[in-house]
């Protein structure tokens, strides 16, 4: 009877450590099982974060391309600013508009008003593109204009226009006059600007040298051909200082002032031809003769 219950109580200890054991053995599979989702829980967080990093990162480099290529486009438009600008002051000169009339050095003046937005990138791209269309249509106008003065330019450097002397006046001109050596009446072919033995000789347009030499009555002479049927002639050099075929600009040195051949002191003869008659070059020169 006695080991009958010792049997029985043996039992029902075996029973219960079985079933603690159980109980533990689920509690750390449990904890097992929730450490592994927590994981990969944990896991699935940092991949997400990373990947979010990454594109944010992609974002950042495409935005950075487009202000590397917007900042390219805005150089050559700077460029472009900067070559229009110095066409525009060459083309101010060479018209002889008035100083001010058009400076291109000075900020211009705009104003505006209403609530402002951020611009978007490819808002900002067409706006560009337009600003660079504009530049080319005015270049290429400008350009135009700039070659309509130059041939301008040039005409007006192959006509006589300018006085053979700098800082000068006519002491004599021309036409009919008392000849200077007491003989009666004669036809002066030229005018006379007051002149210092060695002053400079200008050429008063662009040609080439016809003639440089000696001529009767005249001295030391130098012609000038420029080309459209005017001829020029400067006389009484002291010396000259060009060649036949020499290309010469205007405002070129071309000889000396002097008093050789017929003359009565030092002063530059300057007579102008057209189409083979001696013309008066007072119509060239204008008020200063």
Do not use: C
Request: no cysteine.
């Amino acid at each position: 009877m006695h080991y009958a219950r010792l049997g029985a109580h043996r039992v029902v200890q075996a029973g219960s450590r079985n079933r603690l054991a159980v109980i533990a053995a689920t509690l750390v599979v449990g904890a097992a099982a929730g450490a592994a989702v927590q994981s990969a829980e944990v896991n699935a967080l940092r991949a997400e974060i990373a990947s979010q990093d990454t594109r944010i990162e992609d974002t950042r480099r495409a935005a950075q391309r487009e202000v590397n290529a917007l900042a390219a486009r805005l150089g050559e438009l700077q460029a472009q600013a900067n070559r229009l600008n110095a066409l525009g002051d060459r083309l101010t000169r060479v018209a002889q508009l008035g100083d001010g009339e058009f400076d291109f050095n000075s900020p211009v003046g705009i104003g505006g008003h209403g609530p402002v937005a951020d611009m978007a990138a490819g808002e900002l791209r067409e706006g560009i593109t337009g600003v660079d269309l504009e530049f080319g249509t005015a270049g290429g106008q400008l350009s135009v204009l700039e070659m309509l003065l130059f041939n301008r330019e040039l005409d007006r450097n192959a006509v006589p226009s300018r006085s053979p002397v700098s800082a000068s006046y006519i002491t004599s001109g021309f036409g009919r006059r008392a000849d200077p050596f007491g003989r009666g009446a004669a036809w002066h072919k030229g005018i006379d600007f007051s002149a210092s033995t060695g002053d400079t000789v200008m050429a008063v347009a662009d040609g080439v040298i016809s003639y440089s030499g000696r001529r009767s009555g005249y001295g030391n002479v130098v012609e000038i051909d420029h080309g459209n049927g005017y001829v020029t002639r400067y006389a009484h050099n002291s010396a000259n200082v060009v060649q036949v075929g020499d290309l010469v600009r205007v405002g070129q040195k071309i000889a000396r002032a002097g008093s050789t051949g017929r003359s009565t002191g030092a002063h530059v003869h300057f007579e102008v031809w057209e189409n083979g008659h001696v013309v008066n070059p007072r119509k060239f020169l204008g008020e200063k003769g």
